[in-house]
């Protein structure tokens, strides 16, 4: 007995079906924090509190910052 193809429109709906289950996998994951970034930031932002990024910060290095903020004095 042959194995059974998958052909036309029955080959369209079967990928159609994987794409679309990878998309409902990823929207939680990565569209949605895209969109709606201000419920994360606030997130961090009660995680973090009481912690001074200055102490924990490995070997000396700088403090992160925003790399599309202009620098201050420099115009």
């Not at 939680?28 to 102490?55: A, C, D, H, L």
Request: aromatic fraction near 10%.
């Amino acid at each position: 007995m042959a194995p059974v193809l998958l052909k036309g429109w029955k080959y369209a709906a079967f990928i159609g079906s994987i794409v679309g289950f990878i998309g409902l996998a990823i929207y939680p994951i990565i569209i949605e924090p895209m969109r709606n970034p201000q419920k994360y930031k606030e997130i961090q932002k009660r995680n973090r509190q009481g912690i001074n990024q200055e102490e924990v910060q490995p070997g000396n290095m700088r403090v992160w910052s925003d790399p599309f903020k202009p620098l201050k004095g420099k115009e």
